[in-house]
């Protein structure tokens, strides 16, 4: 229960928050809800009550509490700088030096086709970074040798902002402008780069013409989501690294110890990417003709690891550059593609198929 916000005159302010504004907005905010905001869980709960929600998913909630929400909701819509303020309280990524170059890799390889079907670099097959990522599934079987790169997503952590937030600044080119102003990003910068990228991703045909395809900005965006594609009758997997992965940036030689197939290519499955900006985002798509599997690695030296991985059986709408094909020495719907999911992503499965 929210009371309703009623002004009953505004007050004069600039774009610096006067003391005197800042105890006018305190007033008209209810103090009631100043605790833990369980929006995000409450939502989990009423829509996969047998389902635990992911460390990785209650690590990027945000720290804001409803009081603290609904004081910058109206600051955005009246137009006010967020900046390092909110990055700071929310637990934003918001620094204008971001290294932009393996987390645009990481974007455009992972999600459905690659490459967002429009900006295939055919630099990055190069890069070290995707080596090990992509393989056949004639590659994986029990006592088989495989070179593992590090599952570790390679953007600092950050939090989701509440959807209260979100559901005012949409993520389109439309609005791209009043993002960057509201976290006091330069439009110069790498991060607004990165944010032009992310947006033109969350935004193009193959996901925005699609009902399948959608860029979630809120743990609830991402439950309605899954149940309106999926059902509530689902699991939710993710790769396990490793202390010994977690803090490694190179390739391990591993061998498999164990792996599980937990869906065939019958079964429909939701893939979660993480895509690079302020707060949280997940580009989650509707996978068909996949198989997903659970794979038990031992590296040379330390602890052995859980990893998902995904094998794609119909690759003919990909793009013809996504590197994968380079590497594996294959072209559109002429055999699988398997890849590793980087730490943090989320596969969900039908329950049935645990």
Aim: charged content about 15%.
């Amino acid at each position: 229960h929210h009371q309703a916000l009623i002004v009953s005159s505004r007050p004069p302010f600039n774009m610096t928050l006067s003391i005197t504004h800042a105890l006018w907005l305190l007033s008209v905010i209810p103090l009631a809800d100043a605790g833990v905001d369980t929006t995000a869980e409450d939502k989990w709960l009423a829509y996969l009550p047998r389902v635990p929600m992911p460390a990785s998913l209650l690590i990027e909630e945000s720290p804001l509490t409803p009081q603290e929400a609904r004081l910058w909701a109206y600051k955005l819509k009246a137009g006010m700088v967020g900046g390092l303020e909110l990055c700071a309280d929310a637990r934003l990524l918001c620094t204008s030096r971001l290294r932009s170059s393996v987390s645009l890799i990481l974007d455009k390889v992972f999600i459905d086709g690659g490459c967002d079907n429009y900006d295939c670099d055919p630099r990055c097959v190069a890069n070290d970074v995707l080596v090990g990522h992509f393989f056949s599934r004639s590659d994986m079987y029990v006592a088989a040798t495989m070179i593992q790169p590090t599952l570790t997503y390679p953007v600092p952590s950050h939090a989701y902002l509440p959807r209260l937030l979100t559901q005012q600044i949409p993520i389109t080119m439309a609005t791209l402008p009043r993002l960057l102003a509201f976290f006091a990003i330069p439009s110069n910068s790498t991060m607004a780069r990165v944010m032009h990228r992310s947006v033109q991703l969350c935004n193009s045909p193959d996901v925005g013409s699609s009902a399948s395809k959608a860029c979630t900005s809120s743990i609830e965006d991402m439950v309605e989501f899954v149940v309106h594609r999926l059902g509530s009758s689902v699991d939710v997997v993710q790769s396990q690294p490793s202390p010994e992965f977690l803090g490694l940036n190179k390739n391990v030689t591993t061998t498999v110890n164990s792996l599980v197939q937990l869906t065939d290519t019958g079964n429909k499955t939701v893939a979660c990417h993480k895509v690079t900006f302020p707060y949280m985002v997940y580009l989650c798509h509707e996978t068909e003709s996949t198989e997903v599997y659970r794979v038990n690695l031992q590296p040379e030296e330390g602890q052995s690891m859980d990893a998902i991985a995904i094998c794609h059986y119909n690759t003919s709408s990909w793009n013809r550059d996504h590197p994968s094909f380079t590497l594996l020495g294959k072209s559109p719907g002429r055999g699988e593609i398997c890849h590793w999911v980087v730490s943090h992503e989320l596969v969900w499965i039908p329950k049935a198929q645990m």
